[in-house]
């Protein structure tokens, strides 16, 4: 298994840079494989998320289907990719953002019955308790 960089994986992702973009496709597409993955971590995706959000002023549908798009990948390997789908699940749905999300899905993974918040913005989401 190889770790990718959020700068690789982006641009694999838009195709933005004609020379980074074609050595990232070299490597997603002929290097990695099923048997040798490259490893996406979950501070790689989080970073993902922020740059489409903030650099590139991207929507959260587009977000989630970059996303998708990673999980989808038989020569990646995305941390804890179960609780990443139910994040980009909920940022294509409108449910709530995607770091909330994923916060959510991270803590009901480790057993937890609930989160505690004291954001508003996330009583879409229903693990989440805000404190008054």
């Known amino acids: ?3 990718l960089d959020t700068n690789v994986v982006l641009r694999y992702l838009l195709q ?4 980074q973009s074609q050595q990232a496709n070299q490597i ?3 290097q990695l494989s099923e048997q040798g993955p490259g490893f996406i971590s979950l501070v790689t995706i989080l970073e993902i998320v922020w740059v ?3 650099l590139f002023k991207q ?7 970059h996303i998708e ?3 989808a990948a038989d020569s990646l390997e995305v941390q804890n990719e179960q609780q990443v789908f139910e994040a980009a699940f909920a940022l294509k749905h409108r449910t709530g953002e995607f770091e909330d999300a994923l916060i959510e899905a991270l803590n009901a993974w480790a057993g937890c019955s609930r ?3 004291f954001d508003r913005k996330t009583t879409r989401l229903p693990h989440f308790q805000v404190i008054a």
């Open 28 to 30: 997603v597409d002929r």
């Open 59 to 65: 929507s959260s549908a587009e977000i989630a289907t």
């Open 16 to 19: 933005d840079d004609p020379k």
């Open 115 to 117: 989160t505690l918040t």
């Open 69 to 71: 798009h990673l999980l």
């Open 1 to 3: 298994m190889i770790g």
């Open 52 to 54: 489409l959000r903030s």
